[in-house]
């Protein structure tokens, strides 16, 4: 998956939502996720009948039981694991703009993207601020309208 896939992936879950109910959405694209620093929020997957970018706006709703957390994704785009606490080491020597509203998911995905393993991470918060990150750097930022 490149940056531009996982950018319209991001844009096309937040353009689809109900804004009331639109949870926010982490993702990680990553192939080999078992060495990971996650864990499961739920006990169970959801079904996943539907293609990726449906499961995820589906699960992006406040009312999901799936909607905290980190979405896995493989590099072809699908769904691995949902709902993952993600939990990367803090990286000293990163810094980004502590005057822009940003939470945990945002300093999570930063991070992560450290990770060798992940090849990108990507957030879309619940104020519409999409960001995609790749190798400690916010690659990507858009305010959504």
Same mark, same amino acid.
């Given at each position: 998956?490149?940056?531009?896939?996982?950018?319209?992936?991001?844009?096309? %879950?937040? =353009?689809? !939502?109900?804004?009331?109910?639109? #949870?926010? +959405?982490?993702?990680i694209i990553c192939?080999?996720? &078992?060495?990971?620093?996650?864990?499961?929020?739920?006990?169970?997957?959801? %079904?996943? =009948?539907? !293609?990726?970018?449906?499961?995820? #706006?589906? +699960?992006?709703?406040?009312?999901?039981?799936?909607? &905290?957390?980190?979405?896995?994704?493989?590099?072809?785009?699908?769904?691995?694991?949902?709902?993952?606490?993600?939990?990367?080491?803090?990286?000293?020597?990163?810094?980004?703009?502590?005057?822009?509203?940003?939470?945990?998911?945002?300093?999570?995905?930063?991070?992560?993207?450290?990770?060798?393993?992940?090849?990108?991470?990507?957030?879309?918060?619940?104020?519409?601020?999409?960001?995609?990150?790749?190798?400690?750097?916010?690659?990507?930022?858009?305010?959504?309208?």
């Amino acid at each position: 998956m490149t940056k531009e896939n996982l950018y319209k992936l991001l844009y096309d %879950i937040w =353009n689809k !939502s109900n804004r009331v109910y639109f #949870s926010g +959405i982490g993702v990680i694209i990553c192939n080999n996720p &078992d060495s990971l620093p996650i864990t499961s929020l739920r006990n169970i997957e959801p %079904i996943q =009948n539907d !293609s990726t970018l449906e499961l995820l #706006s589906k +699960i992006s709703n406040k009312n999901s039981e799936y909607h &905290d957390g980190f979405h896995i994704l493989d590099e072809t785009g699908s769904v691995t694991y949902t709902a993952q606490y993600f939990s990367p080491p803090i990286i000293e020597n990163i810094s980004f703009d502590r005057s822009r509203l940003v939470g945990g998911r945002f300093v999570a995905a930063l991070y992560g993207s450290c990770i060798d393993e992940i090849k990108l991470t990507g957030i879309v918060s619940e104020g519409d601020r999409l960001s995609i990150f790749e190798a400690g750097k916010e690659v990507y930022y858009e305010e959504l309208q």
